[in-house]
Every structure is written in structure tokens, then in C-alpha cells.
T-cell receptor, first 111, second 116 residues
């Protein structure tokens, strides 16, 4: 059983389209993070959400933390080829000194 | 911007050989990690290290693996006798504090290990 399930697993869209990626769990978290990983590189932190219902924006990316702090979504507006990559949600669980990553969503934006 | 650096970027080794992957965490960070990612799979936690000792490890981190902070700057991962299934990208990471609430964990660019 995965702690963090992401959907969809793969997404291939045309440049200019909008998309939403989901991260779901049955557990409650104090915070949740989103990373992007490009091929051959390490994950890079995009954002951390802490409060239930919180919405954060990073240019064309909108991140939301669920009210119950069990899930999160990432919405990209007008996707560009530079958005191509693996998007990972992750949590640091209290009492455990590690980051647990979700299953990942591989996004391809076609010019 | 401070960064975690890793060497080598790519290493090919024969099965059964020992491998040491090196990392220089960000200088004022206190918590260090190794993760791995098998090609096409998710990023998996291996081990966390604090105050010169392992604070947590996963099932993957068996007796073939060890970590060390030999001096004030380096953090190493040793695989004693490599197996084919150890082929993966290994990421080092560091953070100032591991507690929840939004601490940023910084990842290196990874060391790609190929066992043949």
C-alpha cells in the first residue's frame, strides 16, 4: 500500500492546455511538498503547503492542500514544454526523519 | 544558492565490487539522507543520518550498505558487494531540520550507478 498515490501516472498534453495532478492519501499530514524532477537530476522543491485548504501559486502552477490535509492537487495553466518532467508529492512524517515520495506523475508537454 | 554536490555523476562497476558514492551536503545542514531511484520507479528512502549516527533506515538499507561522515564536509554511501539490482540513481540530500512544517530538503543531482 502506497502512502501517497498520485494520478494520473502519465499525462501527455499539447502546449497551452491546462492540467491537474492529484496526490491522495488516507493519512493526515502536517505539511505536504511538491517536487519536480527532470531526467538525470534530483528532485527540486516547488512548494510546501501547511494549512488545510491552503492555496499557493507559483507563476502558472497552483497548489492546493485539502481541507482535511490528506490530499493535494497541482494545477498547471497553459502548460509549456518547459513544464515537462516528473511531478512528485512528498511528506515528512512527524517522528520519522525522512521524506516519503508519492508514486509520481510523468508529464509531457508537446510543442 | 547553496547546493548539495555528488560524485561521481556516473559509475559503472562489476557485480561484487565495492562502491563508494560521495556527497558534500550544504554546509550548515545537520541532517543527511540517501535516496535511490531505480530507472522508471519512484524515489525511495534509504537512510537518514544525524549527529554521526544513523537515525532511520529502510528495508533496502541492508548489511551491504553503510554510511559515514568521515570529516566535516563529506557524507558517503558505501555498497560493499554490489548486485545487479543496485543499479540506480542515488541521491544525497540534506536539510537543517527534519521536523514537519515545511522544511526544505535539498537534493543533489545524483550518482548514476550501473552494475554489470
Amino acid at each position: 500500500t502506497q502512502l501517497l498515490e498520485q494520478s494520473p501516472q502519465f499525462l501527455s498534453i499539447q502546449e497551452g492546455e491546462n492540467l491537474t495532478v492529484y496526490c491522495n492519501s488516507s493519512s493526515v499530514f502536517s505539511s505536504l511538498q511538491w517536487y519536480r524532477q527532470e531526467p538525470g537530476e534530483g528532485p527540486v522543491l516547488l512548494v510546501t503547503v501547511v494549512t488545510g485548504g491552503e492555496v499557493k501559486k507559483l507563476k502558472r502552477l497552483t497548489f492546493q492542500f485539502g481541507d482535511a490535509r490528506k490530499d493535494s492537487s497541482l494545477h498547471i495553466t497553459a502548460a509549456q514544454p518547459g513544464d515537462t518532467g516528473l511531478y512528485l508529492c512528498a511528506v515528512m512524517v512527524w517522528g520519522y526523519q525522512k521524506v516519503t515520495f508519492g508514486t509520481g506523475t510523468k508529464l509531457q508537454v508537446i510543442p | 544558492e547553496p547546493e548539495v554536490t555528488q560524485t561521481p555523476s556516473h559509475q559503472v562497476t562489476q557485480m561484487g565490487q565495492e562502491v563508494i558514492l560521495r556527497c558534500v551536503p550544504i554546509s550548515n545542514h545537520l541532517y543527511f539522507y540517501w535516496y535511490r531511484q531505480i530507472l522508471g520507479q519512484k524515489v525511495e528512502f534509504l537512510v537518514s543520518f544525524y549527529n554521526n549516527e544513523i537515525s532511520e533506515k529502510s528495508e533496502i538499507f541492508d548489511d551491504q550498505f553503510s554510511v559515514e561522515r568521515p570529516d566535516g564536509s563529506n557524507f558517503t554511501l558505501k555498497i560493499r558487494s554490489t548486485k545487479l539490482e543496485d543499479s540506480a540513481m542515488y541521491f544525497c540530500a540534506s536539510t537543517r531540520s527534519p521536523t514537519g512544517g515545511g522544511n526544505t530538503i535539498y537534493f543533489g543531482e545524483g550518482s548514476w550507478l550501473t552494475v554489470v
